[in-house]
């Protein structure tokens, strides 16, 4: 049994350097365990590292396709994501079902696991919340706490980097913390709640904003739900009043069916 000990939970350089390796010296899936530097840390009947083998074969080839997607689940955080990845790497070149089979079992939990990264990494485009903190210079940090599914802090980073490049902020999750300074991303170790900001006054112009543009007419409890799990509400200023604008919505749909219909203030003249 070969062990691979990776640095950490996302190291895809790591099982990339391992599982050619293993794949060069023709080493088949079974006799491989994966794990990460915390896992070994944490298991007192670890079995030690070994090297890795030396190559005797040719290097597999991949499709850049399957590269990205590697990439991509190597962020999932389920324990066998590796042996799922290095599977596959072994199949390629060795079963032609593999690739024809768009049901084989291995292939549809990498997209179910790829699919996962995919909706989480788009979960924290949409639910991360700065809050502004000072700093020991007098200036100010934009502060958000997120708690995602997977490993995908670092990852998802860019985006944030991309849409506030003038701003200084940093997201603390259980995993990883991200900070962008104006110039440089740096990554650090995970945070706790407690890390994060509390409410700030500027909360409370948003709530407003939230309850005004708040449709009782559109309102579908289920896509709701579906589409912002509750799961991050206690992270969302604006889900405080989530209850009490659904509770009311029946009503006011009511009263905005059987008002009157009004004149337009302002009409655009016919042009001749």
Same mark, same amino acid.
């Given at each position: ?43 007192? $009947? ?113 985006? $944030? ?52 543009? $708040? ?22 200023? #604006?889900?405080?009043?989530?209850? #009490? ?5 029946? #009503? ?21």
């Amino acid at each position: 049994m070969h062990t691979i000990t990776l640095a950490h939970p996302t190291d895809w350089p790591g099982f990339r350097r391992a599982a050619r390796a293993l794949a060069q010296a023709g080493v088949p899936p079974h006799e491989v365990q994966w794990r990460t530097a915390q896992d070994a840390e944490h298991d007192l $009947f670890a079995a030690p590292a070994m090297p890795l083998p030396p190559a005797t074969g040719p290097a597999p080839r991949v499709s850049q396709g399957f590269v990205r997607l590697c990439e991509r689940i190597v962020l999932h955080r389920d324990p066998a994501r590796f042996a799922l990845l290095y599977r596959l790497l072994w199949r390629l070149p060795r079963d032609d079902a593999l690739r024809r089979d768009p049901l084989d079992a291995d292939r549809v939990q990498a997209r179910h696991m790829a699919h996962a990264v995919a909706r989480d990494m788009h979960k924290m485009h949409a639910f991360v919340r700065f809050r502004p903190v000072a700093d020991g210079d007098g200036g100010t940090v934009q502060v958000a706490w997120f708690e995602p599914d997977h490993y995908i802090a670092e990852a998802n980073a860019g985006f $944030f980097v991309r849409r506030f490049t003038q701003m200084r902020w940093a997201i603390l999750t259980p995993d990883a913390s991200v900070r962008w300074d104006g110039a440089a991303l740096h990554v650090g170790p995970g945070a706790q709640r407690a890390d994060a900001p509390p409410p700030d006054a500027g909360e409370a112009l948003w709530l407003t904003y939230y309850r005004s543009i $708040f449709n009782p007419a559109r309102l579908k409890t289920g896509m709701m739900k579906k589409e912002m799990p509750t799961r991050y509400w206690r992270n969302l200023p #604006e889900a405080a009043l989530i209850g #009490e604008l659904a509770h009311g919505a029946h #009503e006011r749909s009511a009263r905005m069916v059987a008002a009157e219909a009004t004149t337009p203030r302002r009409r655009i003249a016919q042009s001749i």
